[in-house]
């Protein structure tokens, strides 16, 4: 079974200053690979996903990630870190098509503060 | 426009009592699923539905049930049977079930007194 690690559980970053969350994930093959970012007491947006192809993937708000097969890795990143971003951040994993749902597994959650 | 309504936002009801959540999406999904979020725990799949009148157990299905006899809807019930459902529960829908993207709405938090 696939599984998500999101090893910080809460990082503080002053705003202006770059951003690197991590997400290491465990799956056999290639898997589907996302970022949400949630509000408090929100709902969950989709941030950026990676599929196939590039392997640095450009999300919205200025957010981008890098897949990085041998380290079975997914990071997201920001240069510049605005104070809007202060939320919480959900890797998620999910199986290619077996013809089967589409059952995605989250890690656990990394909280962005930001200070001004 | 376009997207997946939850209501109510927040939800009391006393210990033994069942309650409903609802879940009505306008994106013309075809599959549904419900998640429950705790602190600390990330989310965690309770149902899921493909298509109309067919739905699977999730990873911690004991103490709920769902239907699904609209596509455009996807209620879940909290039973008696539910040892903690005292939590934040969220539901999602995506385009096919070849295609994991998902969608959620805006959430219910849900306390049992």
């Known amino acids: 079974a696939q599984s998500v690690t999101q090893p910080d559980i809460h990082i503080t970053v002053s705003e202006g200053a770059s951003l690197e969350l991590r997400c290491n994930y465990s799956y056999g093959a290639t898997p589907y690979l996302f970022w949400y970012v949630q509000s408090p007491g929100q709902g969950l947006q989709l941030l950026l996903k990676?599929?196939?192809?590039?392997?640095l993937v450009q999300g919205i708000k200025g957010f981008e990630a890098e897949f990085k097969r041998s380290q079975s890795s997914f990071n997201l990143r920001k240069p510049s870190v605005h104070w809007s971003d202060a939320a919480e951040y959900f890797c998620?994993?999910?199986?290619?098509?077996?013809?089967?749902?589409?059952?995605?597994?989250f890690g656990t959650g990394t909280r962005l503060q930001v200070t001004l | 426009d376009g997207g997946i309504t939850q209501s109510p936002k927040y939800l009391f009801r006393k210990e033994g009592q069942n309650v409903t959540l609802s879940c009505e999406q306008n994106l013309n999904h075809d599959a549904m699923y419900w998640y429950r979020q705790d602190p600390g725990q990330g989310l965690r799949l309770i149902y899921y539905?493909?298509?109309?009148?067919?739905?699977q157990k999730g990873d911690i299905a004991e103490g709920y049930s769902v239907s699904r006899e609209k596509k455009e809807s996807f209620p879940l019930t909290v039973t008696s049977a539910q040892k903690n459902p005292t939590a934040f529960y969220l539901c999602?829908?995506?385009?096919?079930?070849?295609?994991?993207?998902?969608?959620f709405g805006p959430g219910t938090r849900l306390t049992v007194l």
């Open positions: 999602a829908s995506s385009p096919s079930r070849s295609y994991n993207e998902q969608f």
């Open positions: 539905s493909q298509i109309v009148n067919d739905f």
């Open positions: 998620a994993v999910g199986k290619p098509n077996t013809g089967t749902a589409s059952k995605l597994t």
């Open positions: 990676y599929f196939s192809g590039d392997t």
